[in-house]
């Protein structure tokens, strides 16, 4: 089926989103539906996933993760990014990120 890959580096089919590499943004692609997995070519970029069935699920690659990180430019704008990719793990992540800056506030990060 059609699909094209948003600005975030993500393709969205029925709810769930599919990472795709950083340079993939924008462009027009397919998304090919098996039983278990998922598989995205939009021009020379490709990516398998396994298929999600949860409402609102993502799956993100750990490379399409570091290639996000790398596309950002500027010191504070990835740690923001690598910051929400630990956010996006859910509330324990939140809430162990809460304790570490409360607890040293000025060492945390460097």
Do not use: N
Not at 39 to 65: C, D, N, Q, W, Y
Request: proline share 5%.
């Amino acid at each position: 089926m059609p699909v094209v890959v948003g600005p975030t580096a993500e393709v969205v089919h029925d709810t769930h989103s599919y990472s795709m590499a950083a340079d993939a943004m924008g462009i027009a692609g397919t998304l090919f539906l098996y039983r278990d997995r998922v598989r995205i070519v939009a021009g020379r970029f490709t990516a398998v996933h396994r298929r999600l069935f949860e409402r609102g699920a993502k799956s993100t690659l750990p490379e399409h993760r570091a290639e996000r990180v790398a596309a950002v430019s500027g010191k504070r704008a990835k740690r923001y990014l690598q910051r929400e990719h630990v956010l996006a793990l859910g509330r324990p992540a939140l809430e162990y990120l809460t304790e570490l800056t409360h607890r040293r506030p000025r060492i945390w990060i460097r």
